[in-house]
């Protein structure tokens, strides 16, 4: 069997201050909401999709996890992006020829975009 991700659900500790960062700095579309547990999904092309869903008292230790993101305007994402948040790698080509950059969101996930 060969699975499929349906969907990558992040723990956050504010909603209202991921969901500035995810929306306003990213640009992600709100998708479907669900208030008993306080969990946001983010529109997306293809499957798979990505929620935040908020616990109160989470650490999240300084790991190396990552989600990468395809994008089509890399570079226009990186302009709006690279002086609003903390940058982990700056936009480069990697030696395989992926062009990406790394960011963390506001409880220290890295996430990565790609092109």
């Known amino acids: ?9 992040v723990a956050v500790t504010n909603l209202a ?3 500035a960062f995810y929306e306003d700095v990213l640009g ?3 998708d479907s ?6 969990w946001q999904s983010y529109a997306s092309e293809g499957r798979a999709y990505f929620c935040i869903t908020e616990e109160t008292g989470l650490t ?12 089509d305007d890399l570079d226009g994402l990186w302009a709006r992006v690279k002086d609003a948040c903390h940058v982990e790698m700056p936009l480069q080509t990697m030696p395989w020829g992926t ?3 790394v960011l963390r969101d506001p ?3 890295q996430l990565a975009f790609c092109a």
Do not use: H
Not at 1 to 9: D, E, G, Y
Not at 33 to 38: L, V
Not at 60 to 71: L, Q, T
């Open 1 to 9: 069997m060969i699975p499929t991700i349906q969907a990558v659900t």
């Open 17 to 19: 201050r991921s969901k």
């Open 28 to 30: 992600l579309e709100p």
């Open 33 to 38: 909401y669900y208030e008993p547990t306080r």
């Open 60 to 71: 999240r230790p300084d790991s190396k996890d990552i989600i990468n993101f395809d994008v």
């Open 99 to 101: 062009r990406k950059f």
């Open 107 to 109: 409880d220290g996930l």
